[in-house]
T-cell receptor, first 110, second 113 residues
């Protein structure tokens, strides 16, 4: 599975949009981009995933560039409860494991 | 639905002791996984079970054994615990092993002295 690069930390004001970037320049054609988050001491929580097209669900939006070498997770109206470590994971449809890197520690501030 | 449950929540062991971590899911998922997370690190896969009756090694299997007892339950055993196995252990499940989202349990915090 391709490697991902994320900034180690970001801050966001409560109520504003949080835009979390992820670089996956070595992604191959059959690899999906997944986003999970881990709130302190809890198990990781699935957020969203996509292949080529932008995706949106009740939690977030995922924007994937046309060349698929990077993506952005958008939390449209961040709340204090969104403070967590966000993991961007690239995974093929033949893979069995999720490879978690360091993630981005998002701090939402009042 | 309870989702994925794990027992115990916390455990302290002495070096050389053995123990089994239990995991159960009530979502009728075919695949189950065991990960460990060391402080400040991402999760690493220990073992997984793609379907009932099968198990395979992940990234860090040494020192562990697993049993897929039935479709619901997947246990992780430490035969002779070592301080290097101090970690938080997460169990997860997914409907199928390929391209499916995984649902995680709350974790078991293990300290080996």
């Amino acid at each position: 599975d391709a490697k991902t690069t994320q900034p180690p930390s970001m801050d966001c004001a409560e109520g504003r949009a949080a835009n979390l970037p992820c670089n996956h320049s070595t992604i191959s054609g059959n690899e999906y981009v997944y986003w999970y988050r881990q709130i302190h001491s809890q198990g990781p929580q699935y957020i969203i995933h996509g292949l080529k097209n932008n995706e949106t669900n009740e939690m977030a939006s995922l924007i994937i560039t046309e060349d698929r070498k990077s993506s952005t997770l958008i939390l449209p109206h961040a709340t204090l409860r969104d403070t967590a470590v966000y993991y961007c994971i690239v995974r093929s449809n033949a893979g069995n494991m999720l490879t978690f890197g360091g993630g981005t520690r998002l701090m939402v501030k009042p | 639905n309870a989702g994925v449950t794990q027992t115990p929540k916390f455990q302290v062991l002495k070096t050389g002791q053995s123990m089994t971590l239990q995991c159960a899911q009530d979502m009728n998922h075919n695949s189950m996984y065991w990960y460990r997370q060391d402080p400040g690190m991402g999760l690493r896969l220990i073992y997984y079970s793609a379907s009932e009756g099968t198990t395979d090694k992940g990234e860090v299997p040494n020192g562990y054994n697993v049993s897929r007892l039935n479709k619901r339950e997947f246990s992780l055993r430490l035969e002779s615990a070592a301080p290097s196995q101090t970690s938080v252990y997460f169990c997860a499940s997914s409907e199928n092993p390929v391209q499916e989202t995984q649902y995680f349990g709350p974790g078991t915090r293990l300290l080996v002295l």
